[in-house]
């Protein structure tokens, strides 16, 4: 009988404080938007340098996935990490449209560094049979600086004089990861053929094996019709009389939070294909009905039930993709992955702002709620085995 191995090493706690202290200096920019628009910079161009970070890492990401290997994974997050504060330092200088533009170009670029070193060492210390766990854990850490940060965000800026001062403080924060970076170690399972370099000719193998890239489109779905909701909800709770729409996703955040936490351990015992199915039925039902709600009980309601399927959908998925990749390949998937996310994060607020802005709330929840349904034939390429 082969042993289980511990889940929660030296390591996996070092990558789990690398990842909150990262998200943090994300959530800081909650208020980015009014801290902008007290500069000189022209108001129909502050949402163009809101987006050029998000632009700025769907670009390095897949350009940098291929060099970054478990061997190497350390390197890349102590040069990320110390090149992130420089460009956090930055924005103290950033005051007009082309020093603010080339400041979140590089604080996209060097975060995406840190990012994508911190996924490849993730997967090289995962046990097996404890991936879906893993990952669940993993993003209830990364979750949780967007539940903590933004309310701080005010009285923390007031006592710092300021937002730029808020960003120094994070750039301070984000030293406490160069010596978490000297915890980890090289390790000699069969993860260690991670460590040889992707060549494009092995890229395009990985991306034939149909539950790769299955699980990829999945995760495209998923992301692009979550934004949907995430940008627009607002805008359609002020309309039904909700008086703090915001909290619909303290709701759902926090559910997310407790199935990962209380449920986690489970997802690896369970049949994934089935909760993979099962957890996209209840979103696109939950995107169908959102449309359809009229006061804050079922809106609240609706809340709950989207944070449980987002709470299951997404380590799923995660989880999911480890098991069915080549040893070798798992880094690169899990930014494969990644990428789909900030893919996600573009093509949802365009395609959604079309649809509604012709068509209105019930119609853009509605093909959302379609949208999400076309990932349920795809799942059919899925088994769980390698």
Known sequence: MVKTESLWTREFIAINAIAFLTYCNIAIFFQFHDYLATLNIPPNQIGFLIAIFSISALIIRPIISPMVTDENSKKWMFAGCCLLVGSLALYNFSTGFWSMAITRTLHGATYVMVGTAAISKLVSIIPKDRSSQAF?????????????????????????????????????????????IGLFKSHDSETTLITSRYTIRDGLLNLRNPQVWSLLVINLIVWTSFTTIFFFLKGFGDNIGISNPGLFFTV??????????????????????????????????????????????????LAFALGLGWGIILPVINGFLYDVSEPRFRGLNANLAT??????????????GMILSHFGYFSLFLTSGLFLLTAIPLASFTTGKR
């Open 339 to 352: 990428q789909m996310f900030q893919a996600g994060f573009s093509l949802g607020p365009l395609a959604g």
């Open 136 to 180: 669940g854990l993993f993003s209830v850490i990364t979750l949780l600086p967007f539940a903590v940060v933004p309310p701080l965000m005010e009285p923390l800026s007031d006592f710092l004089g300021g937002f730029d001062g808020a960003i120094n403080v994070s750039a301070a924060m984000m030293l406490i990861n160069l010596p978490l």
């Open 252 to 301: 759902s955040t926090f559910t997310e939070m407790a199935v990962r936490v209380l449920a986690g351990h489970l997802f690896d015992k369970a049949d994934k294909k089935l909760l993979l199915i099962a957890s996209i039925l209840v979103l696109a039902g939950g995107y169908l009905a959102i449309g359809m709600v009229s006061g804050p009980s079922g809106f609240f309601i």
